[in-house]
């Protein structure tokens, strides 16, 4: 667990709204007492409210086969329509959807009649390619429009598409294309990251080379007018697009219908596929987009800074924003290029009213110094909101003061990508913020903490966080693979009364409000982003020279957790090469097979694994050596000098 829980303890700053924030506030209390009445009827009113369904649905929840849940069912909608055709309708057309700004400096505002008409087109190409409702279209772009054209225009036929992030290598990308059977997948010649064109389709070419006999199309767009390699089946996206009919209707989907397939580490080595659908994904999204941002979509200039690759750019780049008419910021680049200045400099700009971004990423701010987001004019911020891990009481207060004025709000927001939409948050109308603490279910939805037992921990002690009650933009399941659904989320605590399991630790405070402590498992959390310890093994082990890896996530100050492994190489390399030299190759290797996030930060070359008497590894151990702690209890391993030996051969971190 990655937040010192003694700290958290001593936390005692309270900040109620301000009377004009909650006078404007668009979600209110009313919300808690209507969903407090009736949950299902409260979900139903809302999926009549913030959706526009081609065929009204006349049952709100069938759960009748838990953990497999259907919301909405005998209702149809069209995703895409609800995200663009019907705010042009309203007469909204000419409001500007995205602000796109490249990381070049090149920028593109995109109003709705704008966006319509484009995803109109390529849902029109999708089409002349063959491409049907229910078929998986991989998705491997960086942050530019035709991202959010391409995942709406695939979203309008009623095909469902497969995000790969851009920053993954081609090996984790043929690995899911393969899972899904992708039969298109559309990239671009590369994008712009830190100054520079980065390829992005010679990894396509690289995944699609060998076995491949699903995808018949690559629809490549020109970002960067790099040099491309060409086959048979590739397109120019533009060309494409320019040769198809404007028109486009949209037709009405069953709202169980899948929408997108979202591939995410968990505790093997090998990503789930999470299978997210159409009505109550698009209900919980557009629900707490509107009540938790506090969106005013006349008003307000939104920006989410998550890359689409992730479950926050799915439901909160696109389909949360979209839904509900908002104005937004499309960013490509990272936050410092050219200049540490860079975020700061787009709020200004676009006169940003509602900023959602990851505790990693204002740590980072928080070293660079106060001086920099000062030298812009910020005053245009009016609420903050936080994703991806806990964050810590002193991040949180740096954020509220130093980029909110002292006055905007924060809203940490806990949910993950298998839950779809945002689970735990204040409402910045009603709740007393407190930093560090996530708080309180959202209207709607019914968490707990349970021991180990499935008992309530109650007031003032630490557990398990569960989700009692099916929620509207659950996952489906695991592509393909049920069972793993069931086995991993829903029989923690017994299969006669199924409860959602996170994986993740809670404790509960006083009033019974809730503070997020990082995963239980094995999954690792590194600057918001999930990865898997035993994926990063798998791959570590998969090289010539390595005999055993163990890898586990070490608090890193700035990253929330990092990546460090224990390997033992086999004896022959050992003599040939110095640690040094080992350790990069390592790290190299990680970073080819699974893409740079995964690259170890440090790499510890030892003799042996602490390993109980049954052979499993005792990643606690590793990580009191990772994290520099005394080394805890040492009863359970087979052979208790392991850890004297591991400790006499480490050598200094590179
Ligand atoms: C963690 C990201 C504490 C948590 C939306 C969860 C958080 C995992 C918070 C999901 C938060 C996310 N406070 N922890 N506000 N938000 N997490 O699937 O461990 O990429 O299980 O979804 O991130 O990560 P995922």
Redesign the pocket.
Known sequence: MSVKIDNLLHETRRFPPTPEFAAQAVGTAQLYRDAAEDRLEFWADQARELVHWHKPFTKTLDWTNPPFAKWFEDGELNVAWNCLDRHVLAGNGDRVALHFEGEPGDSRDITYAELTAEVKRAANVLGRLGVNAGDRVAIYLPMIPEAVIAMLAVARIGAVHSVIFGGFSAESLRSRIDDANAVLVITADGGYRKGKASALKPAVDEALAGNNTTVRNVLVVKRTNGEVDWTERDLWWHDELASVDAEHEAVGFPAENPLFILY?SGTTGKPKGILHTSGGYLTQVAFTHKNVFDLHPETDVYWCTADVG???GHSYVVYGPLANGATQVLFEGTPDTPHPGRWWEIVEKYKVSILYTAPTAIRTFMKLGRQIPQGFNLTSLRLLG??????NPEAWMWYREVIGGNVAPVV???????TGAIM?SALPGVTTTKPGS?QVPIPGIVIDVLDDEGNHVGRDNGGLLVVTEPWPSMLRGIWGDPERFKETYWEKFGSENPRYF???GARLDRDGEIW?L??VDD?M?VS???LSTAEIESSLVAHPMTAEAAVVGAHDDTTGQAVVAFVIIKYSHLEESSHADLTAVLRAHVSQQIGAIARPRQIFIVSELPKTRSGKIIRRLLQDVAEGREIGDTTTLADTSVMTAIMSTLKQPP
């Open positions: 995410t992730w479950i926050t936080s994703v991806g891990e806990p964050i940490d927001t806990w949910w993950q990508t298998e735990i996530a996170a994986g993740d997020l990082g995963r999954v959390n918001g982003h999930r």
